[in-house]
């Protein structure tokens, strides 16, 4: 099992385990909770090897293989199903011995180990985890290059998940994905057979992927049984039993107190008195509740409720390039008080629609009609990045408000997070939570008539998860938004928007529905798109699919020709006079491996098969 025994860990001065210990059972899939800035990414490092522990320490089972999503996104002429393939390091290294292996007992040996690690459905296991995470069968076979860093950071978590280590660490992975990638990641890490520790601030992964709650708070590691929900009940209990204790102690402290205070100076009871100090002095005190009320997240009211429709949107096509729009035929409205969520894969044309609707990509044909003096506030992700590190978030707010007088500047700067000393924090040193506050608060700080949110969550933790939720419910405006976050969306959005297929539909189930069909028809091949990081871009053309279909069929003879020549080898081996007699049991392990390799090859031909017919429907 993981032991961690009496840990302390000190960053940069700051001391964030104090003498922890907690352990971890093999199999169990335990969620690490807690505040940012606590030490969670921290404990990742002490575990891995990466940092030393100040006191304590972690030790894990002999021989058990440690896997995390890589920092740094693959990149390179590979493709993404041979970069996921890599990842199993055994597999590879016995595939490459068996390519130059003559003698048939290293032959039979290696086979052998091949079946028991079941190599030759590998590629079939990483196909499906790629097309879990929203990659057709088309971008499997394309160059990891050719994709934008983030999604070349899904195809780093598809390794790591192939991988199967004894111990999976996984930090925030939902932040590279759309919904329908989380939704498949949360039903993967439910069934992952070995131990899993995720960090996540998404409340429906921790509620329905793991069986254990690991919670860091004030430096001390506490590990719950159950779900996030139940949790959080075990949780309130404790609290409130330790707040009864902190009274009682409070109050025996008063009295042993009070009679050392009124007998100190009485000869007759100064024996007493001495004996009451000992009790005081030995009376170890129960840590007080530190409350953490997280900062409460608000947008104001708009100054006029505008008539509805606030936009009308008629058979439009959109895009970045009127050749091959994204989105076509797309006809919708928006009232005062919409809810909207936008369901739908990357790539399929979500931040178009919203580019669209606050008026930043212009319709190549169709009418968008937008209510007299609609005010939308727009907040994106990549946003982050345009704010001004060395200005503070005062700064920002004086930018907004002229030649106001410093007191309300002050106090507007309060009402959305940052009062006192925070005020004059320079943005190049707040957290991505804080960054995403502060974006949010000079976003909507005009009080707006619609807010759209693209992906609004990725950087707060649970507590402000909850509180944006609170926030949206308020606003008496209306909300579009595109978010991976299932609590944000149930909680709030009234309407769903499929963007499918080039266009827009009202979606009529509910998410539980739309989970059911994301995982259903994940398990059938997408149809390709472009995910070059350049927004969406429309489907391949022709010849760009003749090129994928030729490299699948190049990479299928050359699966065929590997397998064959391991038949082959196999088969000098089995031809050997003596050897049923001479050693059954290799024999045996031999025709084994003989019928697995027969069945890869059956596998690889089918593949060419399909790939040779497409290429001939698409060639004519």
């Not at 660490?169 to 990641?185: F, S």
Request: hydrophobic share 40%; aromatic share 4%.
């Amino acid at each position: 099992m993981l032991s961690i025994t009496d840990l302390s860990v000190r960053l940069a001065g700051r001391l964030l385990i104090d003498q922890s210990s907690v352990q971890i059972t093999p199999g169990s899939r335990v969620g690490l909770v807690g505040r940012n800035g606590t030490g969670k990414s921290t404990l990742f490092k002490v575990i891995r090897g990466e940092l030393a522990a100040e006191h304590g320490s972690v030790t894990l089972p002999p021989r058990w293989r440690v896997g995390s999503l890589a920092q740094e996104a693959p990149n390179g002429p590979e493709s993404l199903i041979e970069v996921v393939l890599k990842a199993d390091l055994e597999r590879d290294a016995l595939l490459r011995e068996a390519e130059s292996a003559t003698d048939p007992h290293q032959i039979a040996e290696i086979q052998t180990r091949l079946v028991d690690i079941d190599a030759h459905s590998a590629p079939s296991r990483a196909a499906a985890i790629l097309s879990g995470l929203g990659f057709s069968a088309a971008d499997q076979a394309r160059p990891c290059a050719e994709f934008s860093g983030g999604w070349r950071m899904r195809v780093a978590l598809a390794a790591t998940l192939f991988a199967a280590p004894d111990l999976l660490l996984l930090d925030e992975p939902t932040n590279y994905l759309d919904l329908e990638g989380t939704l498949w990641l949360e039903d993967h890490l439910a069934h992952y057979p070995r131990t899993v520790i995720v960090i996540s601030h998404d409340r429906d992964l921790l509620e329905s992927s793991v069986d254990q709650i690991l919670h860091l708070e004030r430096g001390k590691l506490t590990l719950y049984r159950g779900s996030y929900s139940s949790f959080e009940e075990q949780r309130a209990a404790r609290e409130l039993l330790d707040a009864k204790q902190v009274k009682r102690q409070e109050a025996e402290r008063a009295r042993l107190q009070a009679f050392v205070d009124r007998f100190k100076a009485k000869a007759s009871k100064a024996r007493q008195a001495q004996s009451r100090v000992k009790m005081l002095e030995r009376l170890k005190p129960i840590t007080a509740l530190v409350t953490e009320d997280v900062h409460e997240i608000s947008f104001p009211a708009p100054e006029k409720m505008l008539s509805p429709p606030i936009i009308a949107v008629d058979n439009v096509s959109v895009g970045y390039d009127p050749a091959t729009p994204v989105l076509g035929r797309v006809t919708l409205r928006i009232d005062n008080d919409d809810r909207i969520a936008l369901l739908g894969a990357n790539g399929n044309g979500k931040s178009t629609l919203v580019k669209l609707l606050a008026g930043r990509l212009a319709p190549y044909s169709g009418k968008v009609t937008r209510a007299d003096k609609l005010s939308i506030a727009y907040f994106a992700q990549h946003q982050l990045d345009e704010l001004n590190e060395d200005a503070s978030a005062y700064d920002h707010v004086r930018k907004l408000m002229g030649d106001a007088p410093e007191a309300k500047v002050r106090a507007r700067a309060g009402a959305i997070g940052f009062s006192g000393k925070a005020a004059d924090t320079k943005a190049g040193k707040l957290s991505g939570g804080e960054k995403a506050r502060l974006l949010l608060g000079l976003a909507t700080f005009f009080g707006p008539n619609m807010i759209i949110l693209d992906e609004p969550t990725n950087h707060l933790d649970i507590d402000s998860r909850a509180a944006l939720a609170e926030a949206i419910n308020e606003f008496p405006g209306a909300v579009i938004m595109v978010s991976h976050d299932r609590y944000l969306i149930e909680a709030c959005a009234e309407r769903l928007w499929i963007v499918a297929e080039r266009t827009v539909t009202n979606y009529d189930g509910d998410l539980d529905e739309y989970r059911r069909l994301v995982l259903s028809s994940r398990n059938a091949e997408a149809s390709p798109r472009e995910r070059n990081g350049v927004g969406e871009k429309p489907q391949r053309a022709r010849t760009d699919n003749r090129g994928s279909l030729k490299k699948r069929i190049a990479e299928a003879e050359a699966e065929i020709a590997r397998v064959s020549e391991i038949i082959a080898k196999i088969d000098t081996a089995l031809a050997l006079p003596d050897i049923f007699t001479r050693d059954p049991k290799q024999a045996a392990q031999l025709s084994k491996a003989r019928s697995n390799a027969a069945d890869a090859l059956a596998r690889a031909e089918e593949q060419w098969l399909e790939a040779s017919a497409q290429y001939d429907e698409v060639a004519g």
